[in-house]
Structures are given as C-alpha cells and as structure tokens.
C-alpha cells in the first residue's frame, strides 16, 4: 500500500482523505479484488477513530467499489464477467456519445489539444501505458464538455482500470503502438469533424479491449 498521508483528526478534509487513499488502494489493486476490510484496522492505519472510516466506506459502497457483508463488515467488490461485460457495454455507449458531442462542440484549438496524445514515451507517464491511455480517454470526456457525462466517463474509466490491472498479467495485452495508432485514428476523424468514422473508430476500440480483458478475467476463473 502507499504511504498514508498524515491526518489530524479535527480536519475538516478529513473523511475525503480517508476515502480518496482507499478508493486509490482499490483501482490500483494494492487492496485486491474479494479482498475483506475492517474498520478496526483501517482506523488504526490512519490514526483516527471509525467514523471518518466508516463514511468513507460507504461512500466507496455507492460507487460500487465495496459491498457490506452483514455481521462481517466490508469486502472490496469482486470481478465478475457479467460486471466487465457491463461496463464495456455502458463505456462504448459513453465514448460513442463523446466522439459525437466533440464534432459537433468543440473547437479546433480544442481538438489541438489531442496532439501530445499521438504519442507514447514510458518516460513521460510513471504509471506507463495505462496511465496514458487514461488519461487520452479522460480527455475525450472533457473535450465532449458535457458535465454528467464526463463525470459519469470518467468515474468509469477509473473504475475499469482494475480490472485491466488484474487481467493485465494473464493474458499478452494489446502492443501499446498499435493502441496508439488506433488513438491517432480517433483524434484524425475528429480534427476532420467525421462523427460516424469517429463513433466506429472509438466503438472498435473499446470492443477490442473488452475482449482482451475478457478473455483474460476467463482464463481467471478457469484457473481458480
């Protein structure tokens, strides 16, 4: 787990603190997937009391991060092939909706600002490829400059990146060039403001993401 941040009890950012270290540990897979949590410890951890742990666990609840287990406490959510299934269904739908709204929106000094994201250098981005590639999408929800959208995107790409971070060593991923290539195939259809070539551009990628992971999360559950 990541160093914890140093929290005084009386802080009013208490509680977003508490709930932004644990939903960072859960996305990134430092607190796995099926994973049990106790308020106890978790308060011990942070040097505080329950409360402020226990409002963050429930906010991380609603996002569907963490279940209750009754009698027993929390648990971090598991991974299932019907919830991947899920969320790549609902991300393509986002992203196709994006591709349109950008066209139709955004200017061109907007749809300059996806130059940097035609390439890719290890060095720029600590987290490597899949930081990169968040980002690039993250962008795309916030060029659509739809507020319940991007929110709605947004919270999804993070959400999906720990499925990609459990699945990422069970199967070859795809090359990070040809992903690159598909991402500059995107930004050229939205610079010539082609909606549809764009919308089947992102459609395809998304897909094809969804089948490696798929495949991967498969291999999984055979194996367990």
Known sequence: ???????????????????????????????APGADIREAELAERFGVSKS??????????????????????????????????????LRAALERACMERIVRRASDDDLATLEPFRRFDAQDWEGGFIDYNR?????????????????????????????VLVSINNVKHGN??????????????????????????????INAAAKRVTQAISLMVVRG
């Open 176 to 205: 990070p060039a040809t992903l690159v290539t598909e991402h500059c195939r995107m930004i050229d259809a939205l610079q010539e403001r082609k909606s549809r070539q764009a919308e089947r551009i992102a459609e395809a990628h």
């Open 135 to 163: 980002a690039f999408h993250h962008h795309l929800a916030h060029l659509a400059a739809n507020v319940r959208m991007r929110d709605q995107l947004g919270a999804l790409i993070d959400q999906m990146e720990r499925v």
């Open 52 to 89: 402020p742990v226990r409002d963050a666990l429930m906010r991380l609840e609603r996002e569907g991060l963490v279940i209750t287990i009754p009698r027993q406490g929390y648990r971090v959510s598991p991974i299932s092939l019907s919830d991947v299934d899920d969320m790549f269904h």
């Open 1 to 31: 787990m990541n160093a914890v941040i140093p929290l005084k009890s009386g802080s009013p950012l208490l509680r977003v603190s508490i709930y932004e270290q644990l939903r960072a540990d859960i996305l990134k897979c430092r607190i």
